[in-house]
């Protein structure tokens, strides 16, 4: 199969740890250019001057996706930097989960702000340069959650059910010209998402499970390219993947 990744240029929010840094190493290995972006400014730098060490083209771009501005910023600065966008992956996200008798509204706007409005500003920011391109491909991260509900996860399967819902809609509309569409859809896997928890009991559960059967970010890594890969006439709408061991 040819490959469709070598030179393409791919943005991914939330890269500073995780399945977005996993990522952005696994495509820059594959000759992507890659832009890391997120808050944490120094985590982001030290990723990708070791991709551009090890031989390949990283940009860190510090992004807030809540901020539409910031996220405008992250796609023009791309596209002088290399003339076009080619994929982007909305991955940024965070995973506060609680009872809703506990009613942490703080925490629930969050998700809302991060998880959904954050992938809102991404299409916004990217959908008219790559409707200019009649080209691109636009990858949301989802979750398991977003296909089922458990204790705890109602605000947070509400955003990935909504993120299914808007990648969905996207593809139906941007199809016309030749943008892809992907959402891909995590069970467990090991990263940081769980230090997002603030109830201690919820949070050690998950970790204990996660623990047991969690597999690593670079599973998401394979994932994305998989789909980056495939011709451009072939639209890879949606993954879901998840540790063998995992029942839910």
């Known amino acids: 199969m040819k490959d469709n990744i070598k030179d393409k240029v791919i943005v991914i929010t939330g890269a500073s740890s995780g399945m977005g840094e996993a990522a ?8 992507a250019r890659v832009v890391l972006a997120a808050r ?19 940009l860190a771009m510090v992004t807030d996706v809540t ?6 910023k992250l796609v023009d600065t791309t596209v002088a930097k290399w003339g076009r966008i080619d994929v982007l992956i909305n991955n940024a996200g965070v995973m506060p989960l609680s009872s809703l008798d506990q009613a942490k509204v703080n925490e629930w706007d969050k998700m809302i702000d991060v998880n959904l409005r954050g992938v809102l ?8 340069i790559m ?16 296909h089922l509900v458990f204790p705890t996860s109602a605000v947070y399967s509400a955003t990935k059910f909504a993120v299914r819902a808007l990648t969905e809609g996207l593809r139906n509309e941007a199809s016309a010209w030749n943008i892809r569409a992907t959402i891909i859809s995590p069970g467990a896997v ?6 997002h928890i603030s109830d201690k009991d919820v949070q050690a559960a998950n970790q204990e499970y996660v623990s047991k059967v969690g597999v690593p970010p670079e ?7 998989f789909a980056i890969n495939e011709p451009e006439d072939v639209g890879v709408n949606e993954i879901i993947f998840r540790p063998t061991a995992q029942e839910l």
Not at 24 to 31: I, T, V
Not at 121 to 128: E, R
Request: charged share 25%; hydrophobic share 45%; no cysteine.
């Open 190 to 195: 090991s990263t940081e998402l769980l230090e």
């Open 131 to 146: 409707k200019a391109q009649k080209s691109g491909h636009i990858i949301n991260t989802a979750s398991v959650a977003g």
């Open 24 to 31: 952005a190493r696994h495509l820059a290995q594959k000759g």
């Open 219 to 225: 599973t998401f890594a394979r994932m994305v390219a």
């Open 67 to 72: 901020s539409l501005e910031d996220v405008k």
């Open 40 to 58: 944490r400014a120094d985590r982001i730098k030290v990723i990708a001057n070791d991709i551009n060490g090890e031989g390949g083209e990283a």
């Open 121 to 128: 500003h991404g299409i916004a920011a990217a959908l008219p």
